[in-house]
């Protein structure tokens, strides 16, 4: 069974947000992390990107799979994780303490639109059959 | 074979001054490449005198399994046998030689095999004529696409933008439609494993440019509702494609043209017997039916329009068609059915141990989900290493994706009944060791030259040159 | 068999197959020939052809092919076997493809090479749609009008269709003209930049400058050029190119009336995955064992289907193997002494050439082993007389202009016995 976390904002396409203050960390769940094996590479934006709401930012790639990244919010990149330049496999250790990108949110009003950890385990599990 | 003598890159072997190679003097005069011209260092190529290269690429080659070696049932594929007169007619110097801009009455009997083997692949399609330059299967894909467009915007119409496919589709078909500008939308299949009629006449309408589908698809069923489909799709405007990538059951037995379709490509790798060569070269010819033959990117049809610069892989076009004339129109006919019958056999031989996730006929191959014992644990990608061991290629395995343990197997006409009766035993064997001796097939292959390799290594870690391999 | 499959003919396999639309009439094709008779069919169809002593390149040149390349290539092991996905019984091909892609980069100097495409023009609008995916929101590529007229057409296809624009940088000389070149490369959405060396009068031109330009505005240098050249010429990487690409048929292939040859690419480590195409990386066995294995395939069409950044999904592996081969036994300094005998053979021709008084060269401007003279009688009589003599006598540019190329293979006799029909 898939770990979820309470407290973070979830996205149906397995991507949660962190929010602390003005700043949302992003980063994809441990049931995204699971389906997708072995990671190898992390696409990342670069700082002073722009990401909006519903487009890609970037991608993940495991040996024979790879999963586009979709923001579930919008702003403007202020962060990139940079271990996972060399150590990508750390988000198969540990997804949610390994966030992808840190963004300023623009429109705090988007989280609205995203489950919260409850939800979102129930639309996993409704996933997996 | 030795890997300890022979497990070498060529690099390693290379010696200071060796030389294998031998060049005329040079009788031009002083005549020195200027120093600012120059590169700065020389390219750091091997040393090496030619008895090194060749037992060191020879050796290599018993590293390697081809349709030479044995029975190569990968799916979708068709890894049929290479006919060994197929390789001497290129060799011949009146073709090796020539040059591709040589004037055109120099080239009468290049031109003429071009010609023929269009000729031919119509007659064989159903269709009106072909372009021999595309290079491969998914280069063909492109071409065709191109030529549909082209064809709608003749007509004025610009909205059309999208493909439907099969979510069963080869990988290349939307790859195909994205290089060529043109978004995808799948169309379901239904439970029996053949396009969703009423799933596809939802999607149809005026930004639809074509349909790309294969058939018999990758399952190896036959689309029979091919006649209501292209009905529907010409109705509303778009064209059909056909993938000609499962071209070979039909011969002898029904023409792409005559089911409906209007623009394919056929792989003349796969149904006309030119070999595969490690992934290439292959060729991918493109042919329209009648009133679409201006729109196909060659110098006799469209010539502002170009997708290779002269006449396509002449040298795979000469062995195609040294095996059309080969087989004639007495023998061509019988591959579709033999073809068929082969793959119906081994699929009814082993689906009592196998799972056959849709029963009923097939065509030129089918698709297992795994071993029907799901309780061992022994996976699809378990199966395919220990038949290595035995001494088969695998099928090709976890495709299509409708099925997690996909494992598609495809014979082809060339094996005969020993070699299939052989296959069976060992694919029993495998699904007896699946209960009896799990670990043994867990950890295959156990008689190749390497095992399984870690593949999750090369793709984080990516070491793709000598000179990277040395700084690592 | 059929009792087994449950049918009582070879055309029950058939039932599912509406009856409208079998095909139950004759083939229209020939009848079955003997292997004697297909022999003699072809040798027919050869003598139709004619053998020519190869002064026109264009492109395409009549390098020697080494007696052992030919040995190699043939083997069936090689020949008759698929893309390596079963990478414990396809060590073979996969080794000779990581050797294939060491002497590529090492040519080129470049990082990285992939395993191949199906040719030079092919690469290059390849390159053009990598130039387009790397480069943000960015759907514009400039091309020399020096560029080959070939490959610029099948560049301009893949543009058409892929939705890319492409503006030509002007030509000025017989170079790229290097103003005009700076001016446009400082445009907005600009996502590289296409040149070709040595260029398509077979100018080696002066890059100097380029690569700095276009990196100084985010955009890509993507340098196309005959692969046995850079033996002994500058190098892409010298030049600053982000992206090499171009045809590998110099490197031996025989001219085969325009195919198969192989296309290469090779391009920085920070542009590797963005690359198109297969790619073979070394790593490990379960023993321990040094093993190669394809390797970033997560880029390809087969996993990221219409999100690829290409629908390539074979390479030209028997043209890999077969240049590979071709670099093994001409080592480090046989292909460099192959490129030197072609450029003395050719700056000879020249001297020839204008000591007639009928040429003259149609630029002032270094060349390797091809360039362009001006005539002042006519061309196709000219080229129709070389013809009747057995020679191909360069490719017709212009009205008065002809390009020559000269290769390893022509001797100082052939060119001598040339220059006597003029």
């Given at each position: 069974?898939?770990?979820?976390?309470?407290?973070?904002?979830?996205?149906?396409?397995?991507?949660?947000?962190?929010?602390?203050?003005?700043?949302?960390?992003?980063?994809?769940?441990?049931?995204?992390?699971?389906?997708?094996?072995?990671?190898?590479?992390?696409?990342?934006?670069?700082?002073?990107?722009?990401?909006?709401?519903?487009?890609?930012?970037?991608?993940?790639?495991?040996?024979?799979?790879?999963?586009?990244?979709?923001?579930?919010?919008?702003?403007?990149?202020?962060?990139?994780?940079?271990?996972?330049?060399?150590?990508?496999?750390?988000?198969?250790?540990?997804?949610?303490?390994?966030?992808?990108?840190?963004?300023?949110?623009?429109?705090?009003?988007?989280?609205?639109?995203?489950?919260?950890?409850?939800?979102?385990?129930?639309?996993?599990?409704?996933?997996?059959? | 074979?030795?890997?300890?003598?022979?497990?070498?890159?060529?690099?390693?072997?290379?010696?200071?001054?060796?030389?294998?190679?031998?060049?005329?003097?040079?009788?031009?005069?002083?005549?020195?490449?200027?120093?600012?011209?120059?590169?700065?260092?020389?390219?750091?190529?091997?040393?090496?005198?030619?008895?090194?290269?060749?037992?060191?690429?020879?050796?290599?080659?018993?590293?390697?399994?081809?349709?030479?070696?044995?029975?190569?049932?990968?799916?979708?594929?068709?890894?049929?046998?290479?006919?060994?007169?197929?390789?001497?007619?290129?060799?011949?110097?009146?073709?090796?030689?020539?040059?591709?801009?040589?004037?055109?009455?120099?080239?009468?009997?290049?031109?003429?095999?071009?010609?023929?083997?269009?000729?031919?692949?119509?007659?064989?399609?159903?269709?009106?004529?072909?372009?021999?330059?595309?290079?491969?299967?998914?280069?063909?894909?492109?071409?065709?696409?191109?030529?549909?467009?082209?064809?709608?915007?003749?007509?004025?119409?610009?909205?059309?933008?999208?493909?439907?496919?099969?979510?069963?589709?080869?990988?290349?078909?939307?790859?195909?439609?994205?290089?060529?500008?043109?978004?995808?939308?799948?169309?379901?299949?239904?439970?029996?494993?053949?396009?969703?009629?009423?799933?596809?006449?939802?999607?149809?309408?005026?930004?639809?440019?074509?349909?790309?589908?294969?058939?018999?698809?990758?399952?190896?069923?036959?689309?029979?509702?091919?006649?209501?489909?292209?009905?529907?799709?010409?109705?509303?405007?778009?064209?059909?494609?056909?993938?000609?990538?499962?071209?070979?059951?039909?011969?002898?037995?029904?023409?792409?043209?005559?089911?409906?379709?209007?623009?394919?490509?056929?792989?003349?790798?796969?149904?006309?017997?030119?070999?595969?060569?490690?992934?290439?070269?292959?060729?991918?010819?493109?042919?329209?039916?009648?009133?679409?033959?201006?729109?196909?990117?060659?110098?006799?049809?469209?010539?502002?329009?170009?997708?290779?610069?002269?006449?396509?892989?002449?040298?795979?076009?000469?062995?195609?068609?040294?095996?059309?004339?080969?087989?004639?129109?007495?023998?061509?006919?019988?591959?579709?059915?033999?073809?068929?019958?082969?793959?119906?056999?081994?699929?009814?031989?082993?689906?009592?141990?196998?799972?056959?996730?849709?029963?009923?006929?097939?065509?030129?191959?089918?698709?297992?989900?795994?071993?029907?014992?799901?309780?061992?644990?022994?996976?699809?990608?378990?199966?395919?290493?220990?038949?290595?061991?035995?001494?088969?290629?695998?099928?090709?395995?976890?495709?299509?994706?409708?099925?997690?343990?996909?494992?598609?197997?495809?014979?082809?006409?060339?094996?005969?009944?020993?070699?299939?009766?052989g296959f069976i035993e060992v694919m029993r064997k495998i699904a007896e060791e699946a209960k009896n001796e799990p670990?043994?097939?867990?950890?295959?292959?156990?008689?190749?030259?390497?095992?399984?390799?870690?593949?999750?290594?090369?793709?984080?870690?990516?070491?793709?040159?000598?000179?990277?391999?040395?700084?690592? | 068999?059929?009792?087994?499959?449950?049918?009582?003919?070879?055309?029950?396999?058939?039932?599912?197959?509406?009856?409208?639309?079998?095909?139950?009439?004759?083939?229209?094709?020939?009848?079955?020939?003997?292997?004697?008779?297909?022999?003699?069919?072809?040798?027919?169809?050869?003598?139709?052809?004619?053998?020519?002593?190869?002064?026109?390149?264009?492109?395409?040149?009549?390098?020697?092919?080494?007696?052992?390349?030919?040995?190699?290539?043939?083997?069936?092991?090689?020949?008759?076997?698929?893309?390596?996905?079963?990478?414990?019984?396809?060590?073979?091909?996969?080794?000779?493809?990581?050797?294939?892609?060491?002497m590529m980069a090492e040519l080129t100097s470049m990082d990285i090479s992939n395993a191949s495409m199906y040719d030079?023009?092919?690469?290059?609008?390849?390159?053009?749609?990598?130039?387009?995916?790397?480069?943000?929101?960015?759907?514009?590529?400039?091309?020399?009008?020096?560029?080959?007229?070939?490959?610029?057409?099948?560049?301009?296809?893949?543009?058409?269709?892929?939705?890319?624009?492409?503006?030509?940088?002007?030509?000025?000389?017989?170079?790229?003209?290097?103003?005009?070149?700076?001016?446009?490369?400082?445009?907005?959405?600009?996502?590289?930049?296409?040149?070709?060396?040595?260029?398509?009068?077979?100018?080696?031109?002066?890059?100097?400058?380029?690569?700095?330009?276009?990196?100084?505005?985010?955009?890509?240098?993507?340098?196309?050029?005959?692969?046995?050249?850079?033996?002994?010429?500058?190098?892409?990487?010298?030049?600053?190119?982000?992206?090499?690409?171009?045809?590998?048929?110099?490197?031996?292939?025989?001219?085969?009336?325009?195919?198969?040859?192989?296309?290469?690419?090779?391009?920085?480590?920070k542009l590797i995955r963005k690359m198109p195409g297969r790619i073979v990386g070394m790593t490990e066995d379960s023993?321990?064992?040094?093993?190669?294995?394809?390797?970033?395939?997560?880029?390809?069409?087969?996993?990221?289907?219409?999100?690829?950044?290409?629908?390539?999904?074979?390479?030209?592996?028997?043209?890999?193997?077969?240049?590979?081969?071709?670099?093994?036994?001409?080592?480090?300094?046989?292909?460099?002494?192959?490129?030197?005998?072609?450029?003395?053979?050719?700056?000879?021709?020249?001297?020839?050439?204008?000591?007639?008084?009928?040429?003259?060269?149609?630029?002032?401007?270094?060349?390797?082993?091809?360039?362009?003279?001006?005539?002042?009688?006519?061309?196709?009589?000219?080229?129709?007389?070389?013809?009747?003599?057995?020679?191909?006598?360069?490719?017709?540019?212009?009205?008065?202009?002809?390009?020559?190329?000269?290769?390893?293979?022509?001797?100082?006799?052939?060119?001598?016995?040339?220059?006597?029909?003029?």
């Amino acid at each position: 069974m898939a770990k979820v976390i309470e407290g973070l904002y979830y996205a149906e396409s397995h991507e949660y947000v962190k929010v602390e203050g003005e700043f949302g960390y992003i980063g994809i769940t441990d049931y995204a992390q699971n389906a997708l094996g072995n990671i190898v590479y992390v696409d990342m934006p670069d700082t002073d990107d722009e990401v909006e709401a519903g487009e890609d930012f970037g991608a993940v790639e495991s040996v024979k799979a790879a999963s586009d990244l979709t923001s579930p919010v919008s702003g403007t990149v202020v962060e990139v994780n940079e271990a996972l330049e060399d150590t990508p496999e750390i988000i198969n250790q540990d997804a949610f303490a390994n966030w992808i990108i840190k963004v300023e949110l623009s429109d705090k009003t988007e989280l609205d639109n995203l489950m919260d950890a409850a939800a979102y385990a129930e639309f996993c599990e409704k996933e997996a059959h | 074979m030795n890997n300890k003598l022979y497990g070498n890159l060529i690099f390693e072997l290379s010696h200071p001054g060796r030389k294998g190679y031998s060049l005329p003097d040079n009788k031009f005069g002083d005549y020195e490449v200027p120093a600012e011209m120059r590169r700065e260092n020389d390219a750091q190529l091997p040393e090496c005198d030619e008895m090194t290269v060749v037992r060191h690429y020879t050796n290599h080659s018993g590293n390697n399994f081809g349709v030479d070696n044995g029975f190569y049932p990968l799916g979708s594929c068709t890894m049929k046998y290479n006919p060994a007169i197929n390789e001497e007619i290129p060799g011949m110097a009146d073709f090796r030689d020539i040059h591709p801009l040589q004037p055109v009455d120099t080239v009468k009997g290049c031109l003429d095999v071009c010609a023929g083997l269009r000729k031919a692949l119509s007659e064989i399609a159903g269709l009106a004529d072909f372009t021999l330059n595309p290079f491969a299967g998914a280069h063909g894909e492109l071409t065709g696409l191109m030529v549909i467009r082209r064809y709608h915007e003749s007509r004025g119409d610009e909205k059309r933008t999208k493909v439907i496919v099969p979510n069963s589709a080869h990988g290349t078909n939307p790859a195909s439609a994205a290089v060529c500008g043109l978004e995808i939308v799948e169309v379901k299949s239904t439970a029996d494993g053949v396009v969703d009629v009423d799933d596809l006449r939802g999607l149809l309408d005026d930004t639809i440019a074509a349909v790309m589908m294969t058939n018999p698809n990758t399952l190896g069923l036959f689309e029979r509702n091919i006649p209501e489909i292209a009905k529907l799709v010409h109705e509303c405007g778009a064209l059909m494609y056909y993938d000609g990538a499962n071209l070979n059951p039909m011969l002898g037995a029904c023409r792409p043209g005559d089911m409906g379709f209007d623009v394919m490509h056929i792989n003349l790798h796969k149904t006309f017997s030119t070999p595969h060569g490690g992934g290439g070269p292959g060729s991918g010819p493109v042919g329209v039916r009648k009133g679409l033959e201006q729109f196909l990117p060659d110098n006799e049809h469209d010539s502002t329009l170009s997708v290779s610069p002269y006449h396509g892989n002449f040298g795979v076009i000469l062995k195609a068609y040294t095996y059309i004339l080969s087989l004639g129109k007495e023998y061509i006919k019988y591959v579709g059915p033999l073809a068929t019958l082969n793959a119906n056999y081994i699929k009814e031989s082993l689906k009592d141990v196998y799972e056959l996730p849709i029963a009923g006929l097939c065509k030129h191959e089918f698709v297992f989900n795994g071993l029907a014992d799901k309780s061992t644990g022994i996976t699809t990608m378990d199966v395919a290493k220990r038949l290595l061991d035995y001494g088969y290629h695998a099928p090709t395995i976890y495709f299509p994706l409708l099925f997690h343990e996909a494992m598609m197997i495809e014979p082809t006409e060339s094996e005969s009944k020993v070699t299939i009766d052989g296959f069976i035993e060992v694919m029993r064997k495998i699904a007896e060791e699946a209960k009896n001796e799990p670990e043994l097939l867990k950890s295959a292959p156990h008689n190749t030259p390497i095992g399984r390799v870690d593949d999750v290594l090369a793709a984080k870690h990516p070491v793709v040159t000598y000179k990277s391999m040395l700084n690592d | 068999m059929l009792d087994i499959v449950g049918v009582g003919s070879l055309d029950e396999l058939y039932s599912d197959v509406p009856e409208e639309i079998r095909f139950k009439k004759e083939y229209d094709l020939p009848e079955a020939m003997s292997e004697m008779e297909v022999r003699r069919f072809f040798e027919a169809l050869g003598n139709e052809n004619k053998r020519l002593v190869c002064f026109a390149g264009a492109g395409v040149y009549d390098h020697y092919t080494p007696a052992v390349v030919g040995r190699i290539v043939q083997r069936s092991e090689f020949l008759t076997s698929y893309t390596p996905y079963q990478a414990e019984i396809s060590q073979g091909t996969l080794h000779y493809i990581f050797e294939y892609q060491s002497m590529m980069a090492e040519l080129t100097s470049m990082d990285i090479s992939n395993a191949s495409m199906y040719d030079g023009s092919t690469a290059t609008a390849e390159a053009m749609m990598m130039a387009v995916a790397a480069g943000k929101k960015c759907d514009t590529v400039l091309v020399s009008e020096t560029v080959d007229k070939k490959v610029l057409t099948v560049v301009k296809t893949y543009a058409k269709f892929h939705g890319v624009n492409i503006v030509m940088v002007k030509e000025n000389d017989g170079i790229t003209y290097k103003a005009d070149f700076q001016e446009k490369i400082a445009q907005k959405g600009v996502a590289g930049v296409i040149v070709q060396q040595p260029n398509r009068y077979g100018i080696v031109e002066d890059y100097a400058g380029y690569a700095d330009a276009a990196h100084d505005n985010k955009a890509l240098m993507i340098m196309n050029g005959v692969a046995a050249d850079y033996a002994v010429l500058k190098t892409p990487a010298e030049w600053g190119a982000d992206i090499a690409v171009g045809d590998g048929q110099s490197l031996g292939v025989p001219m085969m009336f325009g195919g198969p040859y192989v296309g290469y690419m090779c391009c920085t480590e920070k542009l590797i995955r963005k690359m198109p195409g297969r790619i073979v990386g070394m790593t490990e066995d379960s023993r321990g064992q040094r093993a190669f294995v394809l390797t970033l395939q997560a880029r390809e069409q087969h996993i990221r289907r219409q999100k690829a950044t290409s629908n390539i999904c074979s390479n030209q592996s028997l043209m890999a193997l077969f240049v590979t081969v071709y670099m093994a036994v001409m080592g480090k300094k046989g292909v460099k002494e192959a490129g030197e005998l072609s450029y003395a053979g050719a700056h000879y021709m020249m001297d020839k050439l204008v000591e007639t008084g009928h040429f003259k060269p149609t630029f002032q401007k270094p060349f390797f082993n091809e360039f362009c003279v001006e005539y002042d009688g006519d061309v196709d009589v000219l080229q129709k007389k070389f013809v009747d003599n057995g020679f191909l006598g360069g490719v017709k540019m212009g009205d008065h202009t002809i390009m020559f190329a000269v290769t390893e293979q022509r001797s100082k006799e052939e060119i001598d016995n040339l220059i006597k029909l003029i």
